[in-house]
């Protein structure tokens, strides 16, 4: 069974940072291409960066040059540094396959973490 937990969200100032973690279980995770999603309220979920199985990373442009994904293979998780964070970065944050798993036909998503950046 597929398990995806994030954690590490919290509250901070505009220009703080952030670090996000993805503890994963179930997965042949060295095989699979990851990615943190963010959704804002009110707007549909968006991939905002992601990681080949080779560590090739590709971002939104939105978070270029501020985000930084990585991934440990030994420990099966991923992170997300966010630095110079924007209050337009406030939104649950998400970790996933690329493309999103599914379970029984239906996309599985972890509990998400709050980060909220106020101004």
């Known amino acids: 069974q597929v398990q995806l937990v994030e954690s590490g969200g919290g509250m901070v100032q505009a220009g703080g940072s952030l670090r996000l973690s993805c503890t994963t279980s179930g997965l042949n995770f060295r095989l699979v291409a990851m990615a943190w999603y963010r959704q804002a309220p009110g707007k549909q979920r968006e991939l905002v960066a992601r990681?080949?199985?080779?560590?090739?990373?590709t971002y939104v442009d939105s978070v270029k040059a501020r985000f930084t994904i990585s991934r440990d293979n030994g420990k099966n998780t991923v992170h997300l540094q966010m630095n110079s964070l924007k209050p337009e970065d406030t939104a649950v944050y998400y970790c996933?396959?690329?493309?999103?798993?599914?379970?029984?036909?239906?996309?599985?998503w972890g509990q998400g973490t709050q980060v909220t950046v106020s101004s």
């Open positions: 996933n396959l690329v493309p999103p798993v599914r379970i029984s036909h239906d996309i599985y």
């Open positions: 990681i080949s199985s080779g560590s090739f990373a």
